[in-house]
């Protein structure tokens, strides 16, 4: 299955099967985490541990992101992470954002994981097997990219994203006003990310090719165009 198919069958996955992955399957997916393309001028650092070196971890391994700590380089986690989510999900593998979870020990730059291992339910079966906003809440235009945005994982399943359409551009805003000030710290800005990676994949899929990614603001005033050809 495509990554941009796999957009409109993954899941959070909670349940996990417990056997231990063997080496050769952890060392693909370290490979496939290292060769996924950041965003531009970003160089988060991944790196796959076991469950037992985490407090509060919900799978049995997981990807450890480390980066520095500016609101762009937290939205790349989300964009470079995302795309290993679904990449995991299309392979047959569960996976799941958490943020409530952290290494155990101290490790310098930590931002989020991403837990991972073989999952015990099935994927859903498609796009209305989401529990989201309407594409007229986060969109101002119905279309293939909206769809793919609005059935993006989200911390609190917040969907903190506005997005609009112009020629050859595509601008997602932070939404983040009114019950947005309950979602704890900063974890929306892995979510707009996230959001940037579904829209280049939705663009992809329509033959389109993403040319520039571009930041404005910060916090909650942040945006990110992304233009096109
Ligand atoms: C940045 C981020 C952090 C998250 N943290 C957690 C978490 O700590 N625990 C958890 O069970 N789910 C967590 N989630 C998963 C969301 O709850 C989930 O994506 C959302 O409810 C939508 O459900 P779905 O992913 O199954 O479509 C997180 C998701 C994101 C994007």
Not at 1 to 19: G, N, P, W
Not at 20 to 29: Q, R, W
Not at 171 to 195: Q, S
Request: net charge neutral.
């Amino acid at each position: 299955m495509s990554l941009y198919e796999t957009i409109f069958t993954r899941r959070s996955v909670r349940q996990y099967d417990k056997a231990t992955l063997d080496t050769a399957s952890l060392a693909e997916i370290q490979n496939y985490v290292g060769g996924v393309k950041q965003l531009p001028g970003h160089f988060a650092k991944f790196e796959i541990v076991d469950s037992a070196k985490l407090k509060g971890g919900i799978a049995p391994y997981a990807i450890l992101a480390c980066a520095d700590d500016n609101d762009a380089a937290l939205a790349n986690i989300g964009y470079t992470l995302q795309c290993v989510d679904l990449w995991l999900q299309s392979v047959g593998y569960g996976s799941v954002w958490c943020g409530m979870a952290a290494p155990k020990e101290p490790e310098p730059d930590y931002k989020i994981l991403l837990g991972f291992g073989r999952t015990a339910v099935p994927p859903r079966i498609g796009e209305d097997d989401f529990k989201r906003k309407k594409i007229s809440d986060i969109s101002d235009t119905d279309n293939t990219v909206a769809h793919a945005v609005r059935v993006a994982p989200s911390a609190v399943n917040f969907q903190p994203w506005k997005l609009s359409f112009a020629d050859g551009k595509v601008t997602v805003e932070a939404n983040v006003r009114g019950i947005g000030k309950l979602l704890p710290g900063r974890l929306f800005l892995f979510d707009i990310g996230i959001a940037l990676r579904h829209v280049e994949l939705a663009l992809q899929h329509e033959g389109k090719i993403v040319t520039t990614f571009t930041v404005h603001g910060k916090g909650k005033d942040l945006s990110v165009e992304v233009e096109y050809t």
